[in-house]
């Protein structure tokens, strides 16, 4: 079956790896920049790539035709946001990914707090979307600078600022809500001023097929580039899994997080008349209740290497019916006894001035023997070898019954990879996971 796949990175990458190992997959790839994990499942699976603009979904379209195309998948929520899958549709080929339209509740932070609250979803904090920067400065006081300021389009996972963290007090975050209006970041022309929340986060994605949503396993990102969360936002350092639901939370956390992406799965087709398709992926905040800070349409990166990782089921019969608009629970199967953990390695002086244009230098075979495995994200392949780019380069992966076995693993393999790189060594150790569990005993949920 001929498979497209849109997109580069490190989640598509982790995406082209679960497509392919149905071993009737031939996997084709347009790619705006060439990651040679993908590069190499295409050519081995008897397909093909090809680097061009992954934003012209017309000529996607047409690329795709000439291939004999019969399932895509997109990966990067800005090619989501550029219609790609509806170019894709309108030629009669199925997608496991959502429209433009059904992307809205990633690119479009306003129309996705204004739904939650039209249809008495829970989880919603308190909030506004302000094209006015005094306007969003007087909100900012009426919550006593306890806010997050969000850019209200999409931002590459580094817009959001919180007080208390990137924002040192109100008058800080009313210099950013001008900045944002000012410098139009996020390309909608508003900045969001949302209550300030506390607790752990964590990420839960599921396969939804228009109507039905199921779950995969929750995982813990971690933004903040610094061992302890210190430091800026990043695109995400490193993420774990332990079994379905994360240690320190109550096994109805998860069910309670299920049931609020049902109902705004329901609530947009109610709303628009059309079905969301694809991954829903909602990042929530434990505390005292459970709130969301927002949902994406799209796997999360790094943890689409988590989850697909643990999927034991077929993916590419999953994508099949999700398209379709028939997936049963059934279909859907995750080794749950299973721990993952993923730690990214970036150029030295990321996100601000980062080294690009670096060779690395990356012992495969003492990798994989190892037991973890690598997914490429922002390099670059010449001549045979690899170089960074301008943001985060390789997710390296481990698997294993406990997460201490998984983390010592992927942090040998990330010293296999010699270069000017830096990792976080934290993610996925025993004191990390002890200070989640020390956190939610102050909200009373553990």
């Not at 040192?168 to 210099?175: L, P, S, Y």
């Not at 607790?199 to 813990?220: H, I, R, S, Y």
Request: glycine letters at 10%.
């Amino acid at each position: 079956m001929n498979i497209l796949l849109v997109g580069n990175g490190a989640r598509e990458h982790a995406i082209a790896d679960a497509l392919c190992r149905n071993p009737g997959a031939v996997l084709y790839a347009y790619m705006g920049a060439k990651n040679p994990g993908i590069a190499e499942l295409c050519l081995k699976s008897g397909g093909e790539f090809l680097i061009g603009d992954i934003y012209q979904g017309r000529a996607i379209a047409e690329w795709a035709l000439e291939r004999g195309i019969r399932l895509a998948v997109c990966g990067p929520d800005a090619v989501l946001e550029a219609g790609v899958v509806d170019e894709l549709e309108a030629e009669m080929i199925p997608c496991a990914s959502p429209c433009k339209e059904a992307a809205r509740l990633e690119w479009d932070k306003t129309f996705t707090r204004n739904l939650m609250k039209k249809y008495a979803i829970p989880g919603c904090p308190k909030f506004g979307n302000f094209t006015d920067a005094d306007e969003a400065g007087k909100f900012i006081d009426q919550l006593k600078g306890e806010v997050a300021v969000k850019p209200a389009g999409l931002t590459g996972g580094k817009g959001v600022k919180v007080v208390g963290f990137q924002l040192k007090d109100a008058n800080e975050a009313k210099d950013y809500a001008k900045e944002v209006l000012a410098s139009n970041i996020g390309k909608l022309g508003s900045v969001v001023i949302e209550e300030k929340l506390s607790g752990e986060e964590f990420t839960l994605q599921a396969f939804v097929d228009g109507k039905n949503v199921f779950g995969m396993p929750m995982v813990q990102d971690h933004k903040r580039l610094g061992e302890g969360d210190v430091g800026v936002n990043t695109g995400g350092m490193g993420s774990y899994s332990i079994g379905k639901v994360l240690p320190f939370f109550k096994p109805e956390v998860y069910d309670e997080a299920i049931a609020i992406m049902k109902k705004t799965v329901a609530a947009f087709e109610k709303e628009t008349g059309k079905q969301f398709k694809g991954v829903l992926y909602g990042q929530f905040m434990m505390g005292k209740t459970l709130e969301v800070i927002e949902f994406n349409s799209r796997f999360g990166d790094p943890e689409a290497m988590n989850v697909l990782s643990l999927l034991t089921s077929d993916f590419v019969e999953i994508c099949k019916k999700i398209a379709s608009g028939n997936l049963k629970q059934s279909d859907v199967r995750f080794d749950e006894g299973k721990a993952s953990v993923v730690k990214y390695l970036v150029p030295q002086g990321y996100p601000e001035k980062p080294m690009k244009n670096q060779k690395l230098e990356i012992d495969a075979k003492g990798i994989a023997a190892l037991g973890a495995k690598l997914f490429y994200a922002s390099v670059d392949e010449r001549d045979g070898s690899v170089y960074t780019g301008s943001s985060r380069a390789i997710g390296v992966l481990a698997v294993a019954e406990r997460i201490e076995t998984a983390e010592q693993i992927a942090e040998k393999a990330c010293l296999l990879v010699k270069g000017p790189v830096a990792h976080r060594k934290d993610i996925g150790t025993r004191q990390l996971l002890q200070r989640r569990i020390d956190n939610m005993k102050r909200f009373g949920n553990a």
